[in-house]
């Protein structure tokens, strides 16, 4: 139906930036709001940043002036931009999209997750 492939992951040592990609592809009419979540070891997921189709953005607290979401909605893309990286933000980051079908059907996906290590 839908695949949610994200990228960009990895490890970077405190301050320094990283930016996540991830596109969506299969048998989609529709991307209504889109967003990235993360979740650390022993912690339950949290948002992080979401945006809508016209390209309103919202943050988590913790990231405000620091990170950047942003969308091409020609590729069916995400992205996440993230700047001054702190260690609390290690955690496994997923992207979620709102997606129509083509047949109608409408639900929220998910990616598999990718990585981000923020060394001290």
């Known amino acids: 139906q839908v695949q949610l492939v994200e990228s960009g992951g990895g490890l970077v040592q405190a301050g320094g930036s990283l930016k996540l990609s991830c596109a969506a592809s299969g048998s989609i009419s529709t991307i209504y709001g889109m967003g990235w979540y993360r979740q650390a070891p022993g912690k339950p997921r949290e948002l992080v940043a979401l945006?809508?189709?016209?390209?309103?953005?919202n943050y988590v607290d913790s990231v405000k002036g620091r990170f950047t979401i942003s969308r091409d909605n020609a590729k069916n893309t995400v992205y996440l931009q993230m700047n001054s990286l702190k260690p609390e933000d290690s955690a496994a980051y997923y992207c979620?999209?709102?997606?129509?079908?083509?047949?109608?059907?409408?639900?929220?996906?998910w990616g598999q997750g990718t990585q981000v290590t923020v060394s001290s």
């Open positions: 945006i809508t189709t016209g390209g309103s953005t």
């Open positions: 979620t999209a709102n997606v129509r079908l083509t047949y109608g059907y409408k639900s929220n996906y």
